[in-house]
């Protein structure tokens, strides 16, 4: 058996990706020119690496264990670490053979199947409060993709769930009468190749619906935005990054869809056309995330730590913010476009006011890194006027805060996962939010007294969760390629 570089490479790229260190991952994929690699991710199912190191583990842990007569020894379990340092597996030899000289272990564990393999599971024995657990009779698994499923939204008119994935397609999924896995439409994302059509064999990182549902825009690594119709039919491809796109946003008029790229820009697109109608290339840095402010404005963040407010016809920022010590990693305009939230590595979450340079509040309590915010759809011009504005963040230190934003004060630390959250969402009314993390599980929690009241375990972490537009079914895309819906109406 034999294996390249290129190989390996690919697999540590795997790994970081799957890890949830994109942008580590995008560097590293650079360096070591993984796109001019002649190998198909979609083949390579999920945690490959780590499969492969815990098969070397074990093993090494068998040629350690079993003695030259074939006898097999008493081993403690080894470590990765033991397991490259070839003293400490002399010493193990060494020490098996002299307190089992001749036994032979009728327990033995010759297949690797011991702890020391398995990932521990944190959250079999969660702590509930009361019956909580959503059936699986209420939860629909959605198979299909064949590697990781990075994002996930609904239509806001149906119940069409959409998704992306590291299988280079979007998928969208009928869900309006309780469909199964069978009723899906395939959206390969496909690039111009000698004048065929061949796969990109490259992540769909980013989806967004337009107003009306009736588009869905999806962004790639391939470089390319893309936009299909619910029936599958790709409308129009908008090619003008020069790298990755890692976030894209209809405005609300839908007119206008924007992206953000590796390339260090941000592109305001005619839907229409499907021409690029403004690029804006003030970050010195990769752009991570975009958000409208306006149907003409918008905020974008980057790994230059710097946020920059825009406007279609400007040829300059409107605003510029910045305070931030690390690489920015998402933004949210608040429902009347009054305030911007955003959230760093530096651990930090800061609110913006276009009234003033400096941060209004800087909110400084996870002590890991913030990967995504949230604002509750609720307050002044919502249709939930009487309910306050709140703002929720997930962090890899596995907690979820709520924060009262009048007062820049938190409300409620949600502290049921036991690894990172990526993604949190409010359903419509903004009385719930909805959580899901590396740990497998989605938690449905009450925003008023930030007790758990749903709680339901996936079969792969958890990388985003939404609500579709009645508030009734939460979907969830995870790392194991697996998408799946709970329905939770009564």
Not at 71 to 85: C, F, H, K, Q
Not at 294 to 302: E, K, L, M, R, V
Not at 340 to 364: E, G
Request: hydrophobic share 35%; with cysteine; proline share 4%.
């Amino acid at each position: 058996m034999s294996f390249s570089s290129d190989e390996v490479n690919f697999l540590v790229y795997r790994y970081l990706q799957e890890s949830g260190f994109v942008h580590s991952a995008y560097t590293f994929g650079i360096e070591s020119h993984i796109s001019q690699s002649n190998i198909n991710g979609a083949l390579v199912p999920p945690a490959a690496l780590l499969s492969i190191i815990q098969k070397g583990l074990q093993y090494t842990e068998a040629e350690i264990s079993i003695g030259e007569d074939g006898s097999e020894r008493v081993l403690e379990s080894l470590t990765l670490i033991d397991a490259i340092m070839p003293d400490v597996v002399e010493l193990r030899k060494q020490a098996a053979a002299k307190a089992h000289p001749s036994i032979k272990t009728e327990n033995a564990n010759t297949n690797g199947e011991d702890a020391a393999h398995t990932v521990p599971n944190h959250t079999d024995g969660m702590e509930v409060d009361g019956n909580i657990e959503i059936p699986t009779s209420k939860a629909t698994v959605l198979r299909g993709h064949e590697s990781e499923v990075f994002i996930c939204a609904w239509n806001p008119a149906n119940d069409l769930l959409a998704s992306g994935s590291g299988d280079s397609t979007a998928r969208i999924w009928n869900m309006n009468d309780n469909s199964n896995s069978a009723n899906q439409l395939v959206l390969r994302h496909c690039i111009q190749r000698g004048g065929t059509e061949v796969p990109s064999n490259k992540d769909v990182t980013s989806l967004d619906w337009n107003c009306d549902g009736t588009l869905l825009a999806t962004g790639s690594y391939d470089g390319y935005a893309r936009i299909w119709s619910t029936d599958g039919r790709l409308v129009n491809t908008l090619g003008q990054h020069k790298g990755p796109i890692f976030a894209l946003k209809w405005n609300k008029r839908g007119n206008y869809i924007l992206s953000a790229g590796v390339d260090k820009t941000t592109i305001i697109w005619d839907a229409s056309s499907g021409n690029s109608t403004q690029q804006f290339a003030f970050h010195s840095a990769p752009a991570l995330d975009v958000d409208w402010q306006s149907n003409t404005g918008f905020a974008s963040c980057s790994t230059d730590q710097c946020i920059h407010v825009c406007r279609l016809g400007s040829d300059r920022p409107m605003k510029t913010f910045q305070g931030h010590t690390n690489e920015v990693n998402a933004i949210k305009w608040d429902p009347q476009g009054q305030l911007l939230a955003s959230c760093s590595d530096d651990m930090t979450l800061k609110i913006w006011s276009m009234k003033q340079d400096t941060c209004v509040y800087d909110l400084q309590a996870h002590n890991k890194e913030i990967y995504t915010i949230k604002w509750s759809p609720t307050g002044p011009g919502t249709n939930n006027p009487n309910s306050p504005l709140i703002l929720a963040s997930a962090s890899f230190d596995s907690t979820v805060r709520l924060w009262e934003v009048d007062r820049g004060t938190c409300l409620h630390t949600l502290t049921k996962h036991q690894e990172p959250v990526y993604s949190v969402a409010f359903s419509p009314d903004g009385k719930y939010l909805a959580s899901g993390s590396f740990d497998k599980c989605v938690h449905i929690w009450n925003v008023h007294s930030g007790s758990l009241v749903h709680s339901y375990r996936g079969t792969g972490g958890i990388f985003e969760v939404c609500w579709n537009h009645r508030g009734d079914k939460v979907g969830a895309s995870a790392s194991d390629g697996s998408v799946f819906v709970l329905d939770l109406r009564k």
